[in-house]
């Protein structure tokens, strides 16, 4: 897969070092957009997937955007971007396996930046289930992932997939979500057969409305 890489920041102001570069990948279905955050000294990789697609989701969506600054602010090189038919990514919409296909792509390119750094995956709601679709990917393939975060997930689309056992995960469900049953999220984790953490957001909503400082609080620890 070819890639337009990212021109690298220059200077040496921290507000430039903040604004993420917008870049164009090459994918299954042509052309996806996305915001690359290139961080000098990087510790890890985060590739950071949207809500759905169908419901007005895209990767400016404001619990991915908190998602970015959180990896940012610890040491990760950032990328989000929109799936197949979502802004200025060509294609239309799957809702399925051609999701997780481009996160694939927009997976070897932003290992293409630092091959050597350890790869966190991160997904809100649809984007939970396709950062979790992937994780199996990448484990089934023998690749290392470090840690797996989905946050108020989809988990019902991951039924009869294989599923990442070996990097950290962690779930983080909103108690008083109106688009994800919690319910269905917290039988998910029962079922689990492996380590994990299943951790609770008290009066909050799907869109973590009034919640997003608690869930950056949740995330930041986490991270290298």
Not at 195 to 202: F, I, T
Request: proline letters at 6%; charged letters at 20%.
């Amino acid at each position: 897969m070819q890639a337009r890489r990212a021109n690298k920041p220059q200077g040496h102001g921290v507000t430039l070092l903040k604004r993420e570069n917008p870049i164009s990948i090459e994918g299954p279905a042509g052309v996806l957009e996305g915001l690359y955050f290139d961080q000098p000294e990087a510790c890890g990789l985060a590739l950071i997937c949207h809500p759905n697609p169908v419901k007005g989701g895209t990767m400016l969506n404001k619990v991915v955007s908190t998602l970015q600054r959180t990896a940012r602010d610890a040491g990760y090189a950032t990328l989000r971007f929109n799936f197949r038919g979502v802004g200025g990514s060509a294609g239309s919409h799957d809702m399925n396996m051609g999701e997780v296909e481009d996160a694939e792509a927009a997976l070897v390119w932003l290992r293409s930046q630092y091959p050597e750094l350890p790869l966190t995956l991160l997904g809100f709601s649809f984007g939970g289930f396709v950062a979790a679709a992937l994780a199996g990917r990448i484990e089934a393939r023998g690749e290392s992932l470090e840690r797996l975060f989905m946050v108020a997930p989809a988990v019902s689309r991951l039924s009869n997939l294989p599923l990442a056992e070996r990097c950290a995960l962690t779930i983080i469900q909103p108690d008083d979500d109106e688009v994800i049953d919690p319910a269905t999220v917290h039988a998910f984790s029962a079922e689990l057969q492996r380590p994990h953490e299943l951790l609770k957001v008290a009066e909050c909503g799907h869109f973590f409305h009034g919640k997003l400082v608690e869930l950056k609080d949740l995330v930041a620890p986490r991270l290298c």
